[in-house]
């Protein structure tokens, strides 16, 4: 059985940091690209950055120079450090993971397979 754990959300004040980590077990996805995700109350989920089997990065121009996202393939793990948050950052965040091998990231929900349950994340002003 796949399964993608995302951990590491919490509340902190406007401006400070946070890790979050998104261990996959069942299969490997070191061929993959896989991604962050967010979902705001009362927003349609939406990219926030992807990293493919690579290491090439993309991500979302809200996020741009404060979030850098990451992988370690020996652990089948993805971060996503996110710094200099923003109220507007806050949302349920998932990880998600495209069965595609060798792609580049993408933005698009429906490109990817498998995802997590999502941990909250919220900036406070």
């Known amino acids: 059985q796949v399964q993608l754990v995302e951990s590491g959300g919490g509340l902190v004040q406007a401006g400070g940091s946070l890790r979050l980590s998104c261990a996959a077990s069942g299969r490997t996805f070191r061929s993959n690209t896989m991604a962050w995700f967010r979902q705001a109350p009362g927003k349609e989920r939406e990219f926030v950055a992807g990293i493919s089997w690579s290491g090439r990065t993309r991500y979302a121009d809200s996020v741009k120079g404060r979030f850098t996202i990451s992988r370690d393939n020996t652990k089948n793990t993805m971060y996503l450090q996110m710094n200099s948050l923003k109220p507007e950052d806050t949302a349920v965040y998932y990880c998600?993971?495209?069965?595609?091998?060798?792609?580049?990231?993408?933005?698009?929900?429906?490109?990817?397979?498998?995802w997590g349950q999502g941990t909250q994340v919220t900036a406070s002003s």
């Open positions: 998600a993971a495209d069965t595609s091998p060798y792609g580049d990231p993408v933005t698009r929900l429906d490109d990817y397979e498998y």
